[in-house]
């Protein structure tokens, strides 16, 4: 019996084995073995759920031990001790840094002051933290006009009311959030910055200007203890404001950022306009920074500006000075040979006669030497006369200077047969590590001939015109070159295609990080890719080069091909950690809600000067 016990579950074995139908004789079998097995599982399975709810149980016990600890824990946290001065610049490090904090609990210093009474009293005990505040003014509201019978109020006509009624309230909330604010910071020296739209229409003007007013009314009466100032709103507005403050003893301002327009701007530069307004903060006799952005309608020269403000005192001792505002190219070398001890600099020049005309020839125009000894950072947006721009670089000297950044709106015809001006100034700052250019209307013999004059440079920008982005909820009027954009030749830099492109020595042999900005006809991606290729490669290491180890791009166009892998699968077999970041599409985000406090700042950095990517 055992024997045929045994052989018959042996055939079953054998039939896991194959496909084969199992005889008649064997179902009982195979029945019988499975209903063991089922009986054996319902076993398990109970002892498997007699162990889960133990399991469970100790689990829920694990669990309510573990917070228990959590909470005493707490009690030993060594964030308990720390003093609450301490506990003050710890928050300060917490502060944004490209910008000043809003009135928002997600950031510094209300976030902080948020978490637990003894955060909120270290929070409030430290002045310091309440030292920098930026204020956002109403932008406008679109609403439709009001419709319907004569005499009689429409929805439109109701809801418009409703909404104009926000702008006094919300504002009177944010001018004593404002003195709040402001009444923490005790005697710290301030840093302020206010956002005023410049465009809406002309029924909320005295609205806004109204609900304007009641933040400057608050911010007023802080002056002497400004620091830094930043101030974008129409002229007219900022008028209204300086009659609010007197700066009898203004030796704590040190930078004053103003961005000051009209209703209707024009780019041209006019004969008949009015005098430029009289700033009363540039007067500051400490002053070190100064950037300027006035009506363009407004005659915006040397003169002008000393005269009505008498900066004369002040030039000498400026270590920063940009002016967005257009300049007479005449004047460039007054601005410059007036601030000796400039760090960094970022003018725009532009000809008397218009963009891209040449008035002058290089034997009319006198310009005497310029000695700018500090000087580390010079950009220039250049839509000047060549023969005077010509001039006023060769004038220059400036030993220290480390990196150019130059571009213009439009180009200029030049048949004189001299050296282009962007020639010239690289000429007299060989010893330049970074250089940033727009290529626009140069041609490719000029841009060889540029890279060739400055052997040491390591840091080459192409593309990105010198112009500010457009902040959030405000329209600004975009002015297009009619010029088609050059192409920048790319393989002139791939260390292999050199002499085919007629170049007989390589350039720039210590590059080491490249950007490309803006839409170039012939820079493909498989352009890009040998050219990074060439740069990490052994064809630089043969030669002693410096490896490529950064490359930025950002293009205005489809993705081509995808190059990631290539160049880091070349760049990591020559040994070379290389940062590859490229993008082929614009980031753009909605506009903000009009009342928001985060109203007008910029799409991309988030900023509140919207000439930071100027001056960085």
């Not at 920074?289 to 003169?303: A, R, T």
């Not at 040449?358 to 034997?363: R, Y």
């Not at 962007?422 to 250089?435: D, G, K, N, P, Y």
Request: net charge neutral; glycine share 4%.
């Amino acid at each position: 019996m055992l024997n045929a016990d045994r052989h018959e579950t042996q055939q079953v074995e054998e039939l896991l084995l194959n496909n084969a139908p199992p005889p008649d004789s064997l179902l009982p079998t195979v029945n019988n073995m499975l209903e063991a097995s089922r009986s054996q599982l319902l076993i398990i399975q109970g002892e498997m759920n007699a162990a889960a709810t133990l399991l469970a149980a100790d689990k829920q016990r694990f669990d309510a031990t573990q917070q228990s600890i959590n909470k005493y824990e707490t009690i030993l946290s060594s964030i308990r001790r720390v003093p609450a001065d301490i506990l003050g610049e710890i928050f300060g490090h917490c502060l944004p840094t490209h910008r000043n904090p809003l009135f928002l609990s997600s950031e510094a210093p209300i976030l902080p002051s948020h978490v637990c009474r003894s955060w909120r009293a270290a929070a409030l005990s430290t002045p310091s933290l309440w030292a920098r505040l930026h204020v956002s003014l109403p932008g406008a509201v679109r609403l439709r006009l009001p419709s319907g019978p004569a005499g009689t109020p429409s929805i439109d006509t109701i809801r418009r009311n409703n909404v104009l009624a926000l702008y006094p309230k919300i504002m009177k909330r944010r001018s004593d959030a404002v003195r709040e604010w402001l009444a923490r910071s005790g005697a710290s020296p301030l840093s302020v910055s206010v956002f005023a739209p410049t465009i809406y229409p002309e029924y909320l003007t005295e609205i806004i200007h109204g609900a304007g007013e009641m933040v400057l009314d608050a911010l007023a009466p802080s002056c002497e203890r400004w620091r830094e100032i930043e101030l974008t709103m129409p002229l007219d507005l900022y008028q209204k404001f300086e009659t609010k403050f007197v700066l009898k003893n203004p030796k704590n301002l040190v930078q004053v950022r103003l961005r000051l327009e009209m209703h209707m701007d024009s780019p041209f530069l006019v004969d008949n306009a009015p005098p430029p307004p009289s700033v009363a903060l540039l007067s500051a006799p400490n002053l070190q920074g100064v950037f300027l952005s006035l009506p363009s309608q407004l005659p915006f020269n040397f003169s002008s500006l000393d005269e009505h403000n008498k900066m004369a005192p002040i030039w000498a001792q400026l270590t920063r000075l940009f002016l967005h505002t257009m300049i007479p190219d005449m004047d460039v070398h007054l601005f410059l040979r007036a601030c000796p001890r400039l760090v960094e600099c970022g003018l725009w020049a532009c000809s008397r006669g218009g963009f891209g005309s040449s008035l002058n020839t290089d034997s009319e125009v006198q310009v005497g030497a310029i000695y700018l000894p500090h000087l580390l950072t010079f950009k220039i947006t250049n839509d000047g006369s060549p023969a005077i721009m010509r001039k006023t670089f060769a004038s220059l000297s400036v030993p220290e200077l480390r990196r150019i950044e130059y571009g213009g709106m439009y180009l200029h015809h030049d048949s004189s047969g001299h050296q282009p001006p962007l020639l010239v100034l690289l000429e007299v700052a060989q010893s330049i590590r970074t250089f940033h250019f727009d290529p626009q209307g140069i041609p490719k013999d000029t841009i060889v001939d540029c890279l060739r004059t400055v052997p040491s440079l390591k840091h080459l920008v192409v593309g990105g015109r010198l112009s500010p982005y457009k902040p959030e909820g405000e329209q600004r009027n975009v002015w297009i070159s009619p010029y088609p954009a050059t192409s920048f030749p790319l393989a002139v830099l791939a260390i292999e295609d050199a002499q085919a492109n007629g170049i007989s020595d390589v350039l720039l042999p210590f590059l080491e990080s490249f950007e490309i900005y803006e839409p170039f006809d012939n820079v493909s991606d498989s352009a890009l890719r040998k050219f990074i290729c060439s740069r990490v490669g052994p064809a630089a290491e043969r030669r002693g080069f410096s490896p490529l180890k950064r490359v930025k791009g950002h293009f205005e166009r489809p993705m081509e091909e995808d190059i990631s892998e290539d160049v880091k699968r070349c760049a990591a077999e020559a040994g070379v950690e290389l940062d590859l970041d490229l993008k082929y599409s614009n980031e753009i985000l909605e506009t903000k809600n009009p009342f928001s406090v985060q109203y007008g700042l910029t799409q991309v950095t988030r900023r509140t000067w919207i000439y930071s990517i100027l001056e960085s």
